[in-house]
């Protein structure tokens, strides 16, 4: 069961991932094509603005498809000179803080969002662009993050209390600069 989990959130993170690269794809388009038109004195006008606005929803959505790809970053000094069993606790365990952490992240970036919704702020930039536009799927993309965590940590730790501990390692291990090579 916890493997099909992962398996059907892989499936939809890469869906996901198809779509934010296509938009990613899209900006630099905009980008290179707004670029173009100022050899000759015209402009669309805005590329910056909306390729941090790119940037920043890239990043919110991007998080969820690196950690099922095993894309995060860690140190794993210690874990590298350990058991299978001492592993997959480590595993868990840094999946229990990554959870914590997202999770808290997701929540403070509501205030955010909220804040621009109420005041109904927008940029300081000519385009004047409404943040809400922006900061709702940009916090859509935190929470979307918290819950992959939270389901990842959830499958981990069902395996590792039915001792199949190894399995995780598949969707939460790391993999040291060796095993690459």
Same mark, same amino acid.
């Given at each position: 069961?916890?493997?099909?989990?992962?398996?059907?959130?892989r499936?939809?993170?890469?869906?996901?991932?198809?779509?934010?690269?296509? *938009?990613?794809? !899209?900006m630099?388009?905009?980008?290179?094509?707004?670029?173009?038109?100022?050899?000759?004195?015209?402009?669309f006008g805005?590329?910056?603005?909306?390729? *941090? @606005?790119?940037?920043?929803?890239?990043?919110?959505? !991007?998080?969820? @498809?690196?950690?099922? /790809?095993?894309?995060h970053?860690?140190?794993?000094l210690?874990?590298?000179?350990? *058991?299978? $069993?001492?592993?997959?606790?480590?595993?868990?365990?840094?999946?229990?803080?990554?959870? !914590?952490?997202?999770?808290?992240?997701?929540?403070?970036?509501?205030?955010?969002? /909220?804040?621009a919704?109420?005041?109904?702020?927008?940029?300081? $930039?000519?385009?004047?662009?409404?943040l809400?536009?922006?900061?709702?799927?940009w916090?859509? *993309?935190?929470?979307?993050?918290?819950?992959?965590?939270?389901?990842? $940590?959830?499958?981990?730790?069902?395996?590792?209390?039915r001792?199949?501990g190894?399995?995780?390692e598949?969707?939460?291990?790391?993999?040291? /600069?060796?095993?690459?090579?």
């Open positions: 069961m916890e493997l099909a989990l992962i398996d059907t959130l499936k939809l993170n890469r869906a996901i991932a198809l779509i934010v690269g296509l *938009g990613l794809l !899209g630099a388009a905009f980008v290179v094509a707004d670029i173009a038109l100022r050899q000759v004195h015209a402009s805005g590329s910056e603005e909306f390729a *941090g @606005y790119a940037m920043a929803l890239v990043s919110s959505w !991007g998080m969820a @498809y690196a950690l099922l /790809e095993l894309g970053i860690r140190i794993d210690i874990r590298s000179r350990t *058991g299978q $069993t001492a592993r997959a606790l480590f595993d868990v365990f840094s999946m229990i803080v990554m959870s !914590g952490v997202v999770v808290m992240i997701a929540v403070k970036c509501w205030p955010v969002v /909220e804040r919704i109420d005041n109904g702020s927008r940029a300081n $930039t000519p385009m004047a662009t409404p809400a536009w922006v900061q709702i799927p916090f859509v *993309g935190w929470v979307w993050f918290a819950v992959m965590t939270c389901l990842v $940590t959830l499958a981990a730790i069902s395996l590792l209390v001792g199949r190894v399995e995780t598949a969707f939460v291990g790391a993999f040291s /600069e060796q095993d690459s090579l």
